[in-house]
């Protein structure tokens, strides 16, 4: 497998936030990652094209595009546009429709991706041993009856799947702090004696290694891991969310540990990019990725396939028995 290099990590993390920031402009429906990205980038990094993966909705995009999606297909999924792979007849809003081994969100019925990749890491087990799954979902769906249910199936079954808490500290509005009994939600992975780890989520170098240390624990028969990965959702929970439920300082605070423009300035200081060059490569992504986005919501919906004759047209009448 080839090894995903530091500054690969800055820049798929550009790009993503820059497909990301250009949804939020062509897309009232969306739910923006930005702060996040160390987190759904880190945790997908080393994988394979036989794992399966089941991003957190705030992500799925970017790790597809990780995984070598085409922009453009991806945006014109989300806006259910021609140019997507169901040809415009399906609209995913706030994620792109799944592909082959992607397990994506089919509704707002959030938790039900955790229980979809432990199912898939179970088939997995039984069919493709060395595989693994890695899942992802927030603080707030952490609380969700199935993510209990699938995390005491995996432990029970010592299943290859790592499942990954991207808490960006909101479920919607409500804060964590609140919402999460007990010090860590990575206490009830332990709980069951599934192996945990507590990481900066913001640190996507840590995410790397955490979750490369789980998934190849997971290939070698381990069983399940989970990892807790702290980050901060710098934007709104939607587009056009007032954020009443939180300061300007907090979010400034925050905003001073950009997993990108962390990652940034240790390369700068290691010589592995220049400051200048970076600021223009992250200006042109940005541009570029808006140009795919509000190309693919301009784009109609491809003609319809002909529709083929039913196979009974198609046969000799079947002759009653005498």
């Known amino acids: 497998m080839t090894t995903v290099t ?4 800055w820049e798929a993390m550009v790009e ?4 990301d920031q250009a949804m939020c402009r062509h897309n009232g429906h969306w739910h923006e990652a930005r702060g996040e990205e160390a987190v759904f980038v ?4 080393d994988l394979g094209p036989g794992d399966v993966v089941a991003p957190h909705f705030r992500g799925t995009c970017a790790v597809a595009l990780q995984r070598g999606a085409s922009p453009d297909v991806l945006a014109a999924g989300v806006f259910g546009t ?5 040809g415009g007849h399906w609209r995913g809003d706030i994620c792109p429709a799944p592909g082959p081994r992607s397990i994506g969100m089919f509704s707002g019925s959030l938790g039900t991706s955790v229980a979809y990749a432990t199912g898939a890491a179970l088939h997995l087990s039984r069919t493709t ?4 799954a890695v899942c992802g ?5 952490a609380n969700s009856g199935i993510v209990a249910e699938s995390l005491n199936l995996a432990a029970m079954l010592a299943l290859p799947i790592v499942y990954v808490c991207q808490d960006n500290q909101y479920a919607t509005s409500l804060p964590s702090a609140v919402a999460l009994a007990g010090e860590r939600v990575s206490d009830r992975a332990r709980a069951l004696s599934i192996t945990a780890h507590d990481i900066d989520g913001n640190d996507v ?3 790397r290694a955490a979750v490369g240390t789980a998934v190849e624990r997971a290939r070698a028969g381990g069983g399940p891991s989970f990892v807790h990965a702290l980050t901060y959702r710098m934007g709104g929970h939607y587009m056009n969310d007032p954020e009443t439920y939180r300061t300007p300082e907090e979010v400034a605070a925050w905003a001073e540990r950009d997993p990108i423009a962390r990652l940034q300035e240790v390369l700068v200081a290691r010589g592995e990019l220049d400051a200048t060059d970076a600021d223009a490569r992250i200006a042109q992504a940005h541009a570029r990725m808006d140009a795919v986005v509000a190309q693919a919501k301009a784009r109609g919906e491809d003609p319809p396939a002909p529709t083929p004759r ?7 009448p079947m002759r009653s028995a005498s």
Do not use: I, N
């Open 16 to 19: 993503a936030r820059a497909f």
């Open 310 to 316: 039913a196979y009974a047209e198609d046969q000799t």
């Open 6 to 9: 530091e500054r690969a990590l």
């Open 137 to 141: 979902f927030g603080d707030g769906t």
């Open 42 to 45: 880190g945790a997908y990094a």
């Open 82 to 86: 021609g140019g997507s792979r169901s």
């Open 205 to 207: 170098l840590a995410v």
């Open 129 to 132: 041993p060395g595989a693994a």
